[in-house]
């Protein structure tokens, strides 16, 4: 049985359409770079904070702490957005024979990863606008009240992805499309 030239031409446009995928590959090794950053940049808000942690005020240890706690939010977030990115969108990662599978990989498709992403937005928001009503002397209402808005918005945005996605997963548990 012979092809086509019509048929030739679909097969390698579909085989150039799959293959563009690993364009992708390379944004996730910068997202190892960027993650690398805040690996560097954790030990130096470590020391600072040893630093000051004798003469500090608690509300400046708190600050201190939770400018480290976003730090490891963000690298988890880092983490999450290049494993499973790469893993819905690039390539299989093969990990059976090791012991380092995390419990979630290969469990999160592309809306999962939007949900968890957005809850993470969520809650680096949370500890930014506690760090904002820490510092609530050095700030005006108006701008307190702005920041309280944008974090809202997050919110409603992670509810509303979580929402959608429960009637997505409905219907396709009912049989649906």
């Known amino acids: 049985m012979s092809t086509t030239p019509a048929k030739k ?28 950053v805040v690996v560097v940049k954790f030990p130096f808000k470590i ?7 004798i003469s500090a005020e608690e ?3 708190v600050l201190a702490v939770l400018s480290l706690v976003d730090l490891i939010m963000v690298a988890n977030l880092v983490v999450m957005v290049i494993i499973s990115g790469y893993e819905n969108f690039v390539s299989h990662i093969d990990v059976d024979e090791t012991r380092d599978r995390l419990a979630w990989f290969g469990k999160l498709d592309a809306g999962s990863l939007k949900i968890k992403l957005a ?31 944008m ?8 509810l ?3 929402y959608i996605d429960k009637i997505g997963s409905d219907k396709k548990a009912a049989g649906g499309p």
């Open 9 to 36: 031409l679909e097969v390698f446009i579909e085989r150039i359409v799959m293959g563009s995928r690993w364009l992708q590959a390379p944004l996730y090794i910068g997202l190892v770079f960027v993650l690398g």
């Open 119 to 149: 809850s993470s937005i969520v809650a680096i928001s949370s500890i930014h606008l506690l760090q904002r009503f820490l510092e609530a002397g050095d700030y005006d209402n108006s701008k307190l009240y702005v920041l309280v808005v």
């Open 47 to 53: 020391w600072e904070l040893m630093r000051k942690a």
């Open 151 to 158: 974090h809202m918005a997050f919110v409603v945005s992670a």
């Open 160 to 162: 509303m992805l979580t």
């Open 59 to 61: 509300a400046d240890l």
